[in-house]
């Protein structure tokens, strides 16, 4: 258990749907993230929230839209994705985003088909 | 740019050592990080270095050569639970992580 919980854990979706992933993390961190996983390549960095507020957005597309209502909550909004957009979307969160020690905790993924 | 190479795959014996690389090429340095990632669940931390040496933790050990650029992750007395991907990552200047593909090691009995 890593005190960081997404839902849904598997998710399929048609190009013209519209989803929302969600994420919890239970740890009283300030900052939170979106990656994207596709296999064998390494983790991409979408966004971070830091005390609620966006502190990167690295050149997403504007089909994907982040929504972090408080530091315990982190939303990824879906619509119109591409085939390309499948993949494992992980949440992480991490005391700060700055520091000496900077362990970022995962949550289990949500995996998305876009079909 | 920036960049980190890692093997993508290696294999071992249960109960034998295996040392896993890591190289790195990146805008400032705060640290090296190693994380476990099993089939289909989150990735974890193992381990951190920001100064040269040797970090020792029960069967898991990282080292780090920061004029090098290079970074090992030393496993030993293998077990087959060790079967993962094992992700190196490093943080640049502006504390952003920069993350390689991951080396999946397969451990046979």
């Known amino acids: 258990e890593t005190g960081v919980t997404q839902t849904p854990r598997h998710l399929v979706m048609g190009m013209t749907n519209k989803k929302s992933l969600k994420c919890e993390q239970h740890?009283?961190?300030?900052?939170m993230y979106w990656y994207k996983q596709s296999a064998k390549k390494p983790l991409e960095l979408m966004f971070v929230?830091?005390?609620?507020?966006?502190?990167e957005n690295n050149s997403v597309p504007s089909r994907f839209s982040p929504e972090c209502p408080n530091s315990s909550h982190l939303f990824l909004h879906l619509h119109t994705l591409q085939p390309e957009d499948s993949a494992l979307y992980l949440c992480?969160?991490?005391?700060?985003?700055?520091?000496?020690?900077?362990?970022?905790?995962f949550g289990p993924g949500t995996r998305l088909t876009v079909t | 740019g920036q960049n980190i190479d890692q093997p993508t795959e290696m294999t071992a014996t249960e109960g034998a050592i295996v040392q896993i690389n890591c190289t790195y090429q990146t805008s400032g340095f705060n640290g090296l990080f190693w994380y476990q990632q099993h089939a289909g669940e989150a990735p974890t931390f193992l381990s951190y270095n920001v100064l040269d040496g040797l970090e020792e933790k029960g069967r898991f050990s990282s080292f780090l050569s920061r004029s090098k650029g290079y970074s090992y992750l030393l496993l030993k007395e293998l077990q087959m639970k060790d079967s993962a991907s094992y992700l190196c990552a490093v943080m640049d200047s502006n504390y952003q992580l920069i993350w390689g593909a991951g080396t999946k090691l397969i451990i046979k009995p």
């Open positions: 992480a969160s991490s005391q700060d985003i700055q520091g000496v020690t900077y362990e970022q905790y």
């Open positions: 929230y830091n005390f609620k507020e966006q502190t």
């Open positions: 740890l009283g961190h300030n900052a």
